[in-house]
Structures are given as C-alpha cells and as structure tokens.
C-alpha cells in the first residue's frame, strides 16, 4: 500500500532536472502529480537541440554521480538499463595552457598524478593528498548540505554533524579556495586547474570559501561519465520513468500563480484557471516564484541578498573537420585568471582572454553526435550575470575572443570549420528558462556563509508550498538540484506523517 491514499494532488511547476525529480518522488509516494510546464519541451536547462546533422546538449556537459539517477529507478521500482545507460569517461579533461602546455585529467589517479608530475613538477604526492583530503570532505561533510534541509533543528539533528565536524579543517572555513590550492601546490598552474572547480556552481574561487576543494572529489574519485545519446538522455530517462509511473505532464503552459487560504497552499491558476492540489512544488527560479507567482515582491527582493552566479555565453559550433588533440571536456585556460573572475563579479565587463571550454559529444559517439568526420563544439565562456548589458556586442567581444585563443593554441584558423553555428547569451538563458539574470547554478557560493543562505526546500509561511532547483538549497548543478527533490521528499514525508 502507498504511503499517502492515491487521492493526494501535487503540481510541480516546471519540467527542469529537480522538477523531474520532484514527480517521480511524489508519484512513488502516492500522489497524483501533473507537472506544467511553460516550454513545449522538458528539461529546462538540461535540453538539446539538432542543427545541420549536429546534435547540440543546450545546457550542461558534465554529469557526475550517476548514481542519483539510478537511485530514482531503485526508488521507483524500474529496471534502469530499460532507459538509461552511461559510461566512465577515462580523460576527464584536456586542459591546455597559453605556453602551450597541456595536462590531460587521467581518471586513473596515479596516471593523473604522474602527468602532473610530468608536466608541471608537481609531487606526485601532493595531488594524491590534496584528493584524499578533496574525498574525506565530500564524504564526511558534504553529506550534511546534501542530504539534509539546513533550516529545520528537527531534521539537522540527525545529520551526522559530530563526524562532519571531525573532518573541517579551519582553512575549509577561514581561506578563499585561490589561497588553499595556493598553500596546497607550488605549481600556478595546478592552483589555477583546481581553483577552476569554484565555476561548478558559478563562484568565484577568489572569495568562495576553501571547502569547495570537496568538489575535485567528483571528478578525480569518482569520476565524470558520458551518457549514451548525450546529455538529453538524462531528462529523457526522467520523463519516461515519470510517465510511466502515472505522472502527467502539460506543456506550453506556464503557471501564473500560486493559491492559498489561511496559509495553506490550494494550487495553481493556469489559463487563468484553478487547478486544486494538497501540494506544490515549485522548480520555478525562486527569485521569480516570489515575485511573479505569490505576489511577494519583498520576499524576492530579500532572496537576492545573496549573490547571483555567473551566467555564460555559448556558441554552438558545427565544425567540418577531427581535432584530435581535443577530447570529450576541454579547457582553454585565460593567462589572468583573478583578473577574469574579477570582470565577471564585480566590474560586470567582457573579459577579452575568457577562459574556454569546449565540449565535444562527437568524440564519444562520432559520426551520431556529427555527421562522420565533422564534431560538435558547445563552447562556453563565463559571463557576468545579466544586467542589462548590450549583449549582441558583448556576442560579437566574446566570438572574436574565443576564436583568437584557440587559433593560437591550436595553431589553425578555426572559422572557416564553422559549418553551423547557434549561440545561447545570459539574456536566453533568462527567457528560455526563467532564471533570475541568466544565472546558471541559482545562487553563487561567493562567501562563507553561502551554503546556509540558500532559500529552504519548504516555505515558511505556507503549508504545503516546497521548493527545488538550482535557486534553492542545495544550490545548481544537476547532481544538486537532483539531492533538493530528495531533501523536498522526505520533508513531505515528515510534513504530512
Ligand atoms: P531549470 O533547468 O532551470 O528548469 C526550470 C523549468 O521550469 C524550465 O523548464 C522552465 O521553463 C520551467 N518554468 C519556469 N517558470 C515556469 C512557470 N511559471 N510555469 C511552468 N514552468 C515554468 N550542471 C551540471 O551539473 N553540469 C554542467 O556541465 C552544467 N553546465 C551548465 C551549462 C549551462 C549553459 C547551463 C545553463 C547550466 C549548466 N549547469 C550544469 C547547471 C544545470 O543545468 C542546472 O543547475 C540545472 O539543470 C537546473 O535545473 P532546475 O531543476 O533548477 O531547473
């Protein structure tokens, strides 16, 4: 028998990864879910596109964790390899340097740690203890931010906090992540590699606190893994699971507000229609939830006191011709790192040598992902959060900038190879997904306390009304947004028992 009787109503707002999530979580639960979205497509960020025989993720690239999907399957009683399957990327990147050198992220540690050995002088001991460490704070402390809303004593309490606290190293807490790599490696060119992860969640590793060097963990440890079709494998694995549970999904149907009475939640309007549920879950940026859905301009304005995180430009690239010094994930590094980060948090400029990343799915399933021969470039560079620059020449800045670096490094003119080409600004990434000034992971973690300001999973004045995404705790990033639909769960759980 399910836990709640099937008569239960939840409506989801929005078909993004958490929202995904979210429906197969409650379905599982014994609710009855619809889930409306505003696109005629799902996925929000997490969706593609097909352009002249490329195959194009729009949003992310990298998928780490795969075992939170697997645990959606467990969850819901499906066999998995029926929808869904994935492999371990062996290079989780090229990283390449303007002095031209180029270090490839074996996923083998001892191989990664010989090549850093190699190119840079690096102790090989050194990586092998920073990622020790980079393991034990995932595993020991990140635990308590992933699995557990941070906002209520009653839930806390179980969280193991005495082990966590076992494991906090003062720096982890009192330094910038420039200034622990800075004390942890003698190479600038391992500092800048692992300052890098502060941009998994849009931060700034001049001012994020030293505890996301937990985050290489993902990548080194672990490991990073290419689903088989690409990205959009993962929204189209969550869709069919959820519909096959019975979860029904309406497209091109944007929520316009949320009810309530006596600070309990009744449901949705759409179509400037009352549609009734016991309870709503919104993976609506909650920045926009406040102002446009609950009327509540304070509360909206109160959540932007945290800081957004960057936003990106992308160009999607068709590009008629092998690279084979390039891989699956590829980084371009800028030479001035801190004055990059500097542009994009505070001066809110272009910055003319961004760094680069390039991903090519093509590489992992040639001749499917492009056409034979060709490959698929999503290039992104980070840009400053939207505020209303002039963004078609902030486009033209940032084509230019791109193709000088990689011209230089990979020492051929690329634009000529440019067959197809689309491109993605912070202003589509607002309109397409309706994420507060283009922001792509929601909130930055740019000061120490980032972790604990991110809005809760609930709120706090109406019963019933639950939030997850990348804008709320934990914070951005698919592996995030996937563990907020969980924490949203069991908080339904305790809510409603
Ligand atoms: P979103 O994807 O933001 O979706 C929200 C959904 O709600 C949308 O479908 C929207 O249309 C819908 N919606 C909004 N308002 C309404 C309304 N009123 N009514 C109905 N529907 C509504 N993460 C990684 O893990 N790895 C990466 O490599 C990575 N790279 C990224 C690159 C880019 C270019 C971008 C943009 C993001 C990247 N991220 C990456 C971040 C990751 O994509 C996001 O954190 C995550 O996908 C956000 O999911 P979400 O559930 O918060 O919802």
Not at 88 to 106: E, N, S, W
Not at 188 to 210: D, E, I, M, W
Not at 288 to 303: D, H
Not at 343 to 362: H, K
Request: hydrophobic share 40%; aromatic share 12%; glycine share 6%.
């Amino acid at each position: 028998m399910s836990e709640h009787p099937t008569t239960k109503h939840a409506i989801v707002i929005g078909a993004g990864v958490a929202g995904l999530a979210s429906a197969i979580r409650l379905q599982v639960m014994g609710y009855k879910v619809t889930v409306y979205e505003k696109n005629s497509y799902p996925g929000g960020k997490l969706s593609h596109f097909e352009k002249g025989g490329y195959q194009f993720d729009a949003g992310p690239s990298l998928f780490t964790r795969p075992k939170l999907i697997e645990e959606l399957f467990a969850l819901a009683n499906e066999p998995i390899e029926d929808y869904f399957s994935y492999e371990r990327v062996p290079v989780a990147c090229h990283y390449f340097y303007q002095d031209g050198t180029l270090i490839k992220a074996y996923a083998d540690r001892d191989q990664f740690a010989k090549e850093i050995h190699a190119k840079t002088g690096e102790a090989e001991e050194n990586i092998k203890a920073y990622l020790r460490d980079s393991a034990n704070a995932y595993e020991n402390i990140a635990g308590i931010f992933l699995k557990y809303t941070l906002h209520r004593l009653s839930t806390l309490f179980k969280a193991p906090i005495a082990k966590a606290i076992q494991y906090l190293k003062w720096p982890y807490l009192f330094k910038s992540l420039h200034q622990y790599n800075q004390s942890r490696f003698q190479s600038p060119k391992l500092v800048q590699l692992f300052n890098r992860y502060a941009t998994y969640n849009g931060s700034n590793p001049y001012k994020a606190p030293a505890m996301l060097s937990l985050i290489p963990h993902l990548e080194h440890n672990e490991g990073t893994f290419y689903p088989k079709g690409g990205m959009i494998s993962i929204t189209n694995a969550l869709v069919a699971l959820a519909e096959k549970k019975g979860v029904k999904f309406i497209y091109n149907t944007p929520v316009e507000k949320i009810i309530r009475a006596n600070n309990q939640v009744e449901g949705v309007v759409v179509n400037g229609e009352n549609k009734f549920a016991d309870l709503v879950v919104s993976n609506m940026d909650v920045y926009f939830t406040y102002q446009q859905l609950l009327g509540e301009p304070l509360k909206a304005a109160k959540v932007l006191k945290q800081e957004r995180s960057s936003s990106a430009f992308i160009f999607y690239w068709g590009i008629n011709k092998n690279f084979e010094q390039l891989s699956l994930h590829n980084i371009f590094f800028s030479e001035h790192y801190e004055a990059e980060f500097h542009s994009l948090f505070q001066t809110g400029e272009p910055f003319a040598d961004p760094t680069v990343y390039i991903n090519i799915t093509s590489k992992c399933e040639p001749g499917w992902q492009a056409p034979a021969g060709k490959e698929n470039w999503f290039i992104m560079v980070n840009a400053p959060a939207n505020k209303g620059q002039d963004w078609a020449s902030v486009q033209d800045f940032y084509r230019k900038a791109i193709l000088k670096k990689l011209n230089a490094i990979l020492g051929e003119d690329i634009a000529p190879y440019i067959e197809v080409e689309e491109v993605l600004s912070p202003v589509s990434i607002e309109t397409k997904t309706a994420s507060y000034m283009g922001s792509l992971y929601g909130t930055s973690s740019n000061s120490k306390m980032a972790a604990f300001m991110r809005h809760p999973n609930f709120s706090n004045t109406i019963k019933g009304l639950y939030f997850v995404g990348g804008s709320v705790h934990p914070g951005g990033g698919i592996p995030l947004c996937l563990s907020s639909a969980a924490i949203m769960s069991d908080l339904v759980k305790a809510d409603v028992v």
